[in-house]
Nanobody
Framework: QVQLVESGGGLVQPGGSLRLSCAAS????????MGWYRQAPGKQRELVAR???????NYPDSVKGRFTISRVNAKNMVYLQLNSLKPEDTAVYYC?????????????WGQGTQVTVSS
């Protein structure tokens, strides 16, 4: 089991920046990957950033070049830097951890943090 707690959301103007934080209750070294997803009202949850244990990252085209995911293993923390925010980035952002035990992958989720981009 891994418990995840997000923080750092809020209201920001278009073009602004935010940094989201995700604190894990256990070592993230044992995870296959850590990620951030978002869900806007009436839409499906979508991946916005993922980082693997070797540091490899991937992003969808909608956020590439604007969002950056990072991890500090020693602190069991994962961050998401959001720059050049747009109103369409408004959503609840969720931290995700993927652990694989005996070949079975399990997903763990935080409670989410609201990001609102509006003037």
């Amino acid at each position: 089991q891994v418990q995840l707690v997000e923080s750092g959301g809020g209201l920001v103007q278009p073009g602004g920046s935010l940094r989201l934080s995700c604190a894990a209750s256990r070592s993230i070294l044992s995870t296959r990957a850590m990620g951030w997803y978002r869900q806007a009202p009436g839409k499906q949850r979508e991946l916005v950033a993922r980082i693997f244990g070797d540091g490899t990252t991937n992003y969808p085209d909608s956020v590439k070049g604007r969002f950056t995911i990072s991890r500090v293993n020693a602190k069991n923390m994962v961050y998401l830097q959001l720059n050049s925010l747009k109103p369409e980035d408004t959503a609840v952002y969720y931290c995700n951890a993927v652990k694989v035990v005996a070949g079975i992958a399990s997903d763990y989720w935080g409670q989410g943090t609201q990001v609102t981009v509006s003037s």
